[in-house]
Each structure stands twice: as structure tokens, then as C-alpha cells.
């Protein structure tokens, strides 16, 4: 069997708060092992303008978690925020964002 690179099939996102016109009223979110995108209780920083955009379908994982499974598929309906320390991704048209986060 031939392998395949994941690469071509997921896209990097990097959408800064500072450039939607309502993000001081979005809710900041985190990610757990157990839950994955959720409502956090850590501590926010007032100035959420260099916090990332997450919408329905993005990956987001903290790298300095994912070694233990922290990482998570943004439900329907959710558009909010996550720490700029945070990587945000996407599956391309040709994945199924579900299939993908089986797998991870």
C-alpha cells in the first residue's frame, strides 16, 4: 500500500481577534483531553485582541499538551476565541473533519 501525506488534506488557520468586528463579546475557549473544545476556567487575558478566531470544523490543540491528547474538533456552531498560544487548523474539502479527529 502506497502512503499518503496529511499534509495536502489540512490547512493551517491564523485568524487574529484584533480584525473581527465582534470579538470582544466572543467567548474564550480551551481544549481538554477529556472534552476537547471547551469552556475554560483559566485565566484570560483582558487584551483578547491577539487571541485566534475558532469556528465549526477547526482543529485546535496547545502544543505544549498534545503529548497527552489535548486536542479538539470545534463543534457545530461555535464561533469564539482560543490563547495565541494555541494552533488552529483545518481539514480541506477533500477530508472529513470526523474522520480526521478519529484518527488523531
Not at 25 to 38: A, D, E, Q, R, Y
Not at 60 to 79: F, M, Q
Amino acid at each position: 500500500m502506497k502512503k499518503k501525506q496529511l499534509a495536502p488534506y489540512v490547512k493551517k488557520k491564523s485568524i487574529r481577534a484584533e480584525t473581527l468586528k465582534d470579538y470582544e463579546s466572543m467567548n474564550v475557549l480551551g481544549v481538554s483531553n477529556k472534552i476537547g473544545v471547551t469552556v475554560t476556567d483559566h485565566k484570560k487575558s483582558k487584551d483578547r485582541a491577539k487571541y485566534q478566531f475558532i469556528e465549526e470544523g477547526d482543529f485546535v490543540y496547545n502544543p505544549y499538551r498534545i503529548n497527552v491528547g489535548s486536542i479538539g474538533l470545534t463543534p457545530k456552531g461555535i464561533r469564539s476565541l482560543v490563547s495565541p498560544a494555541y494552533v488552529v487548523f483545518s481539514a480541506t474539502e477533500e477530508l472529513l473533519p470526523e474522520l480526521l479527529f478519529d484518527f488523531l
